[in-house]
């Protein structure tokens, strides 16, 4: 009994600190918006902070650097990271924050598929349900309205929800990386997510400037430099609760608890003006959080 009672502990430490990173991430889009009206584009801000951070664990953990280094396994991480948080952080600041947030949180379904081709683990039929439902939700959301003149196929209307959509692939990936990497220690997963933030960041955030795609940094002022680093502390939090809480939990389980970010970043959007939720976003969010609810309930 006093086993199960501290696994049970374990758990609800676990569910309320992924419950933290989804509430940090779900209203992280009024930050990156405000900041970027200072001048400073998502991709250079995300590139700051997520430096910020990955200097800031290498102050504690310097020994974190070389298991990285040695671990081509938690390369992965590395990518999955950089995309979700590249992709989510630019797509909050130029769409509708709460389509945005919908698409990227097909986690029922990337997780399964992902979760196949990495862990191994078999696609159920109770699975493959949760598959086709958010599927579904995801065509919902995506159909476009007979009056809008757009295309005829349910594909995303502008480059925002583009990014949404493969910033969720790669929170999926970031996630199942995580339960994968379950035994590697906790300071090199933890860089090997912030490595991925600042490096993929980074690397856009170059390139593009270098095309004149966006723009280059302001020069240095006390309000955004103050800012970013109020972020990366506020990330730097996020991001440990969350391998915390996806190493000690089932992928699929992450999942479905991480979707309470879509409450969290829709009724902040909805109650500032940044989003809308229509016939369509309500459906689509219906199924999609069905999806999720099937898979807390489910055991495959």
């Given at each position: 009994?006093?086993?199960?009672?501290?696994?049970?502990?374990?758990?609800?430490?676990?569910?309320?600190?992924?419950?933290?990173?989804?509430?940090?991430?779900?209203?992280?889009?009024?930050?990156?918006?405000?900041?970027?009206?200072?001048?400073?584009?998502?991709?250079?801000?995300?590139?700051?902070?997520?430096?910020?951070?990955?200097?800031?664990?290498?102050?504690?953990?310097?020994?974190?650097?070389?298991?990285?280094?040695?671990?081509?396994?938690?390369?992965?991480?590395?990518?999955?990271?950089?995309?979700?948080?590249?992709?989510?952080?630019?797509?909050?600041?130029?769409?509708?924050?709460?389509?945005?947030?919908?698409?990227?949180?097909?986690?029922?379904?990337?997780?399964?598929?992902?979760?196949?081709?990495?862990?191994?683990?078999?696609?159920?039929?109770?699975?493959?349900?949760?598959?086709?439902?958010?599927?579904?939700?995801?065509?919902?959301?995506?159909?476009?309205?007979?009056?809008?003149?757009?295309?005829?196929?349910?594909?995303?209307?502008?480059?925002?929800?583009?990014?949404?959509?493969?910033?969720?692939?790669?929170f999926a990936l970031n996630n199942?990386?995580?339960?994968?990497?379950?035994?590697?220690?906790?300071?090199?997963?933890?860089?090997?997510?912030?490595?991925?933030?600042a490096v993929v960041a980074l690397?856009?955030?170059?390139?593009?400037?270098?095309?004149?795609?966006?723009?280059?940094?302001?020069?240095?002022?006390?309000?955004?430099?103050?800012?970013?680093?109020?972020?990366?502390?506020?990330?730097?939090?996020?991001?440990?609760?969350?391998?915390?809480?996806?190493?000690?939990?089932?992928?699929?389980?992450?999942?479905?608890?991480?979707?309470?970010?879509?409450?969290?970043?829709?009724?902040?959007?909805?109650?500032?003006?940044?989003?809308?939720?229509?016939?369509?976003?309500?459906?689509?969010?219906?199924?999609?959080?069905?999806?999720?609810?099937?898979?807390?309930?489910?055991?495959?």
């Amino acid at each position: 009994m006093p086993a199960a009672r501290a696994a049970g502990r374990l758990r609800a430490g676990a569910v309320l600190a992924l419950v933290f990173n989804a509430l940090a991430f779900g209203l992280s889009w009024w930050p990156f918006r405000q900041i970027g009206a200072l001048g400073l584009h998502p991709l250079w801000l995300t590139a700051i902070t997520y430096s910020i951070a990955v200097l800031a664990l290498l102050l504690v953990r310097p020994a974190a650097l070389l298991e990285l280094l040695r671990t081509p396994s938690l390369w992965g991480l590395v990518l999955g990271s950089g995309i979700t948080n590249a992709c989510f952080n630019w797509a909050v600041t130029l769409g509708d924050v709460v389509r945005v947030v919908l698409l990227f949180y097909l986690m029922p379904l990337w997780t399964v598929l992902l979760s196949r081709a990495l862990l191994g683990e078999r696609i159920s039929p109770r699975g493959a349900l949760r598959v086709a439902l958010a599927l579904a939700g995801a065509l919902v959301v995506l159909w476009p309205a007979a009056d809008s003149g757009a295309s005829a196929w349910p594909l995303p209307r502008n480059f925002a929800e583009a990014l949404g959509l493969l910033g969720g692939l790669g929170f999926a990936l970031n996630n199942v990386m995580l339960k994968r990497e379950s035994h590697r220690s906790e300071p090199a997963r933890a860089l090997a997510m912030f490595a991925g933030g600042a490096v993929v960041a980074l690397a856009l955030a170059a390139g593009l400037s270098q095309a004149g795609q966006v723009p280059w940094p302001p020069a240095p002022a006390p309000g955004w430099m103050l800012a970013s680093a109020g972020l990366a502390a506020w990330f730097l939090l996020a991001n440990l609760a969350l391998q915390h809480g996806a190493a000690a939990l089932p992928a699929n389980t992450t999942a479905v608890i991480m979707i309470t970010e879509v409450f969290f970043a829709s009724a902040s959007a909805i109650a500032l003006g940044a989003g809308t939720l229509g016939p369509g976003e309500a459906a689509g969010a219906l199924m999609i959080l069905g999806a999720a609810l099937l898979a807390s309930l489910q055991r495959d």
